[in-house]
């Protein structure tokens, strides 16, 4: 086997992964007394890869990779969520597109039907996994509403409601009128709007010519209004507390109460209260024993009912009866002119709360619901992190988790859809008759008196009249609670399964912070209630991936960046690479495909590198390898010495990097060790002991460049997985994969700072006759003479490895001066550099033509400044600024800053050839 010219990523990709999963590389295996778990965030399963997928799967897959290398017995376990409403409404469309509905198929043929969409389409970001190189443990592959994970679910249920913390009651919920699903209040995403405050007079009932001016953003839901509440110390109005003002357009009277909540600065300080639909007004309304008014129905349109009194409408109904809410406010707000009670129309910026699946504005609605009374479960929770059997990272994140879980509501758990984990409790169809309500689409609902049988097998005989006629609840559970149950409930709870036995508490968590609450705080709090420990011990938080602008990437912006395309560009390892350098704790990442293309760049060095190993390596030297404790017999030089010290030393940073989450370091100094120190450096000096006829110096370097690959290939593999086992099965041939070995450890003995500090100083040597030779526009292929005038040490130094300075910086004389050499003055007409005490000069006038060089840089100084000028000129131009989006600004921004540095740059040089003439 040999290396092809180029790395082809197509050609390497699919064949190894094919491999991998044929060995059953991604199964736990062997004894080891160690074990790192890790349950995937399970995506939905409507979903295809996006960027932020690829972020969090490309970060397990490096620490899956490396547990397993590193001894661990590793167990990755994958799988999708029902993703209830969003899979709901999937499947909802494509029946619209048939001209049918959810309604006239029915909810058993409907949930067959999605279980038939399921089958058929919902596995499709799992086979993108794979692409992205994902080492799960697909034989162990879940789903939310598995017949496993349905029984956990049921079970849960059940114990909740047998210790208390389940309860079923009417509570104002947020509701999605477009969902026709209650949601929880972090379903629930808050937007600033511009709307509008309007001011209606609420007449006394005992003088309809005075009155009362409420200030609401909400006209509509005015026909709910049961009362209007003042600051019991408000001047302008303490007096009129208790009395009675009518409610406009309806003509109700409601009471005047007086309460603190009210703000007395807020519009004009008097407040209507609609216990119906409003949050703050429901614990108003608790307070004072309001009447509860449910205005809307479902849809949020006007409830005829609401208002009905014996089956009679009123005649002011008529207007309004089941129109839509913003329709309805309208239509109130002509009326109130009509009537001459709206006083005036102010501008007013506001929240707003909308659906986080469809983006609908919420309804706040009075239903039915279930809920778990949540406190209890989060009092352990908020424990588990401050003692530390959690550990949160970054740090930060815990302030974020102690404000919501200290101040946290109960959670509404029931969802009126048909999609999910169907609530299993039972009504007598006897004794619950009266409280079967018909919704109108299909189903039906449960008053809010109704009498739930709660078990894990339905129901034969009510215990209350004998019935053998049961309904079961329509209700389907949040999508988040079978979610809070998966890492125990993937390894077979409610069972005392292996897996539950070896594997849990998993090791860590890697996931984004806006699921910090819906999920990571749930399965903290599920975890203690049913396992009696913490579901893991670390959670990393990641950050969100932006584009280069640090724009959120959105379709409707056009800068959504696509992982399965530029996985096909430029290759999974440059994209997993490029992931990993981004990810900084606490720092969202800016992506541009710009950096992409540049570590595909790097997947080309680390190819290039090792086919010159390769291509050195003598006949039989790939079968033979030198140990290290062999090394330490064998005399090494200055080079050997020093890149099996770095070698060493970046396993031992690596290490570090990746032990403690910092993705971005890990990255960085496998990178820097890679491209810059054994390809930039060792490499090229290498050379010089390949060509240099010594036949012990020829093998001894064949080794060591076959050594350090090897070891390169190493810990890189987490990473790049591809190339490194494409390289590796022609570097190691019959020794399986290299997911397989074991992650290089650290040799203290090899560390070898002396070797590290001299090889420093004589790479920066070699640097500064390089950048000379550049600022003085020399021709590569020219040798150039090189006086050293310096201490004698470093002379010493410099002149026992001459041969690196004459291959590397291409001297051709090298005149060695030390601070006792009599008589002897600095060269003038020579380009001089300073390295710690070491002075380098470069006698030019035989090696460049002067004039022609300043001309040269003049001219090109010229070209520089009119560019520069140009940006600058857009830049202080008002109209630009205020017109040109923050992007374009920040492109012009940085073209001028590159403009101002090759402009110094250049000054610079011209300064040189000045001095040397």
Wanted: aromatic share 10%; net charge neutral; with cysteine.
């Amino acid at each position: 086997m040999e290396l092809a010219k180029a790395y082809f990523h197509k050609d390497v990709e699919g064949k190894w992964y094919k491999y991998w999963s044929g060995l059953g590389a991604f199964q736990p295996s062997g004894s080891a007394a160690l074990y790192f778990s890790i349950v995937i965030p399970p995506p939905n399963v409507t979903g295809s890869l996006h960027i932020g997928h690829a972020l969090n799967n490309t970060l397990q897959d490096i620490l899956c990779r490396y547990k397993r290398m590193d001894g661990y017995k590793v167990l990755w376990v994958p799988g999708t969520d029902h993703a209830g409403i969003a899979t709901q409404n999937v499947v909802e469309k494509q029946l619209a597109e048939e001209g049918l509905s959810r309604v006239q198929l029915g909810r058993a043929k409907f949930v067959e039907r999605v279980w038939g969409w399921r089958k058929q389409s919902g596995s499709t970001i799992l086979r993108q996994l794979r692409a992205l190189g994902a080492s799960c443990d697909w034989s162990r592959e879940r789903f939310t509403m598995d017949d496993g994970l349905s029984l956990a679910v049921r079970e849960a249920f059940v114990r909740l409601w047998e210790d208390r913390l389940l309860y079923r009651a009417e509570r104002l919920i947020n509701w999605c009128p477009r969902c026709k699903t209650a949601l929880a209040d972090i379903e629930v995403v808050h937007e600033e709007v511009e709307g509008h405050l309007w001011h209606i007079r609420y007449p006394f009932a005992d003088s309809p010519s005075e009155g009362l001016t409420v200030a609401t953003t909400r006209p509509e839901t005015m026909l709910g209004d049961t009362a209007v509440a003042v600051h019991p110390e408000d001047k302008r109005y303490n007096r009129v507390i208790g009395k009675r003002v009518v409610l406009p357009i309806v003509g109700r009277e409601i009471p005047v109460i007086g309460d603190l909540f009210v703000d007395p600065a807020f519009g004009t300080g008097a407040l209507k209260i609609t216990p119906g639909h409003d949050f703050n007004d429901f614990e108003i309304g608790e307070k004072y024993g309001l009447q509860k008014i449910s205005i809307f129905d479902e849809e949020a349109k006007i409830r005829p009912s609401a208002f009905s009194q014996d089956g009679e409408e009123p005649s002011w109904l008529k207007r309004y009866r089941l129109k839509d809410r913003f329709e309805a406010r309208k239509l109130i707000v002509e009326e109130l002119k009509e009537k001459g009670l709206l006083e005036k129309v102010e501008s007013y910026r506001h929240a707003l709360g909308r659906c986080y699946r469809c983006q609908t504005v919420v309804e706040p609605r009075l239903t039915p619901q279930w809920f778990v009374r949540i406190k209890p479960l989060a009092e352990p929770a908020i424990q588990a992190v401050r003692e530390g059997r959690i550990r949160i990272i970054p740090e930060g994140w815990a302030n974020s988790y102690f404000a919501w879980m200290e101040n946290i509501k109960d959670w509404c758990i029931s969802r009126q859809i048909w999609w999910g984990h169907q609530i299993p409790a039972w009504y007598c169809g006897k004794c619950d008759a009266d409280n079967v309500l018909e919704t109108g689409h299909g189903d039906f609902m449960l008053g809010r008196d109704a009498h739930p049988v709660v078990q894990r097998e339905p129901p034969t005989r009510c215990p209350e009249c004998g019935s053998s006629e049961f309904l079961r609840d329509p209700d389907v559970l949040d999508t988040w609670f079978s979610s809070a149950l998966w890492p125990f409930s993937t390894l077979g709870w409610p069972e005392k399964s292996e897996d539950l036995k070896a594997f849990y508490p998993t090791s860590a968590l890697v996931t984004s912070f806006d699921i910090l609450f819906f999920w990571v705080a749930r399965m903290i709090m599920m975890g203690l209630k049913f396992m009696g420990d913490v579901p893991f011990r670390d959670v990393y938080i990641h950050a969100l991936v932006r584009d280069q602008e640090g724009q959120k990437m959105s379709k409707s912006k056009g800068n959504v960046i696509d992982p399965l395309e530029v996985m096909d560009r430029y290759g999974t390892d440059a994209f997993r690479f490029t992931l990993a350098s981004l990810a900084a704790m606490g720092r969202d990442i800016k992506l541009a495909e710009e950096r992409i293309v540049g570590y595909q760049n790097f997947v080309n060095k680390l190819w290039n590198a090792s086919r010159f190993v390769l291509m050195n390596l003598g006949d039989g030297a790939r079968a033979e390898r030198l140990s290290l404790a062999t090394l330490r017999g064998e005399k090494l030089n200055l080079a050997d010495r020093w890149i099996l010290s770095r070698l060493h030393s970046t396993i031992s940073e690596a290490r570090q990097a990746i032990d403690s989450y910092r993705f971005n370091e890990f990255a960085h100094h496998l990178y820097q060790f890679t491209w810059h120190e054994f390809c930039d450096w060792y490499i090229e000096m290498s050379k010089l002991a390949l060509n240099s006829g010594v036949e012990d110096d020829r093998r001894r370097t064949e080794q060591l460049l076959a050594t350090v690959l090897e070891n390169i290939l190493l810990l890189l593999h987490p990473l790049m997985p591809y190339v490194t086992e494409e390289i590796w099965q022609v570097l190691k041939p019959g020794t399986g994969s290299v997911m397989t070995r074991p992650y290089p450890r650290l040799n203290a003995d090899w560390i070898r700072p002396e070797a590290e500090e001299k090889m420093s100083f004589l790479t920066e040597v070699i640097r500064a006759i390089r950048n000379l030779r550049s600022e003085m526009n020399c021709a590569p292929s020219k040798e150039v003479k090189v006086i050293l005038f310096g201490p004698e040490e470093g002379l010493a130094l410099l002149g026992s490895h001459e041969k690196y300075l004459r291959a590397l910086a291409r001297a051709g004389t090298v005149n060695y001066v030390g601070p006792l050499a009599r008589g002897w003055e600095r060269p003038k007409g020579a380009a001089t550099a300073v390295v710690r005490g070491m002075e380098v000069y470069l006698p030019m006038d035989e090696t460049v033509n002067l004039r022609e060089e300043q001309a040269r840089l003049t001219k090109e100084v010229g070209k520089v400044e009119e560019e520069l000028a140009r940006v600058q000129k857009k830049l202080g131009n008002p109209e630009f600024l205020s017109k040109a989006r923050e992007e374009v600004i920040q492109r012009e921004k940085e073209k001028s800053e590159r403009f101002e540095e090759k402009m110094r740059t250049l000054q610079r040089s011209l300064q040189r050839l000045l001095e040397i003439q």
